[in-house]
């Protein structure tokens, strides 16, 4: 896939990386409607591997129905995005973009910093959108990263992807977000944004995760 030149957008809303606030669910932005589920998804380091691979070369959106294009990597290590511990303190960038990778068709894996262009359709739902990696963590126990709206979305908000081995050998897929509706039609029926998130979220699941298993 041919690579653009980065242009430094910046995103669209102002509560950036609120979807590792552990209230999200009780105090998110304003305007905004959170939304949070984590499954387990297997167990062992085969299963945290595999599913961090297919994350970080953006299986989940394109499984759900979205095409991407026009990836634009961030243009050099000096950018490292925002990063948050467990308890939504910032911290530093778990590891540095020195060294970009790419999946079998030529499409850069996610990188903090990177851009990238979505476009579909989620149950008859606009979904087109451009977005921005606002971060992106990469540890022995833990992968994922957080995508931002920067422009063309009916929603303006954030989207984190969290997989996570734990020490009981557990691995977990946790997918939080807020959404504040932006086209009129959303402002109008806050429920086709609601309904549009939790499809959204069943195909990330599907994705990620091949024997689907049930919410916690």
């Given amino acids: 896939m041919r690579r653009g030149t980065f242009r430094d957008d910046t995103v669209d809303y102002a509560a950036v990386g609120a979807t590792q606030a552990p209230d999200l669910m009780q105090y998110p932005p304003e ?20 599913a961090s691979d297919a994350l970080l070369s953006w299986t989940a959106q394109r499984a759900a129905g979205l095409s991407l294009s026009d990836v634009r990597p961030a243009s050099g290590p000096m950018y490292s995005g925002v990063s948050f511990d467990a308890e939504g303190h ?5 590891r540095t973009e020195s060294e970009q990778r790419f999946d079998a068709d030529g499409t850069p894996f996610v990188g903090a910093g990177t851009t990238i262009r979505v476009s579909g359709r989620v149950k008859g ?13 990469e540890e022995p126990r833990r992968v994922g990263f ?10 303006s908000g954030e989207e984190s992807f969290m997989i ?17 509706p932006r086209a009129m039609l959303y402002r109008l029926l806050p429920g086709l944004t609601r309904r549009r998130r939790r499809e959204l979220f069943t195909r990330y699941l599907r994705a990620i995760s091949p024997l689907y298993t049930t919410p916690a």
């Fill in 164 to 180: 996570d081995w734990y020490e009981n050998d557990e691995v977990w897929f946790t997918v939080r977000a807020f959404d504040a």
């Fill in 125 to 137: 739902l606009r979904a087109d959108a451009e977005l921005r990696v606002i971060f992106a963590v």
């Fill in 146 to 155: 957080a995508l931002g709206t920067v422009s063309d979305s009916v929603v």
């Fill in 31 to 50: 305007r905004s409607i959170p939304a949070e589920e984590s499954w387990r998804i297997g167990s062992g380091q085969g299963r945290f591997q595999a």
């Fill in 90 to 94: 910032p911290i530093a960038p778990s």
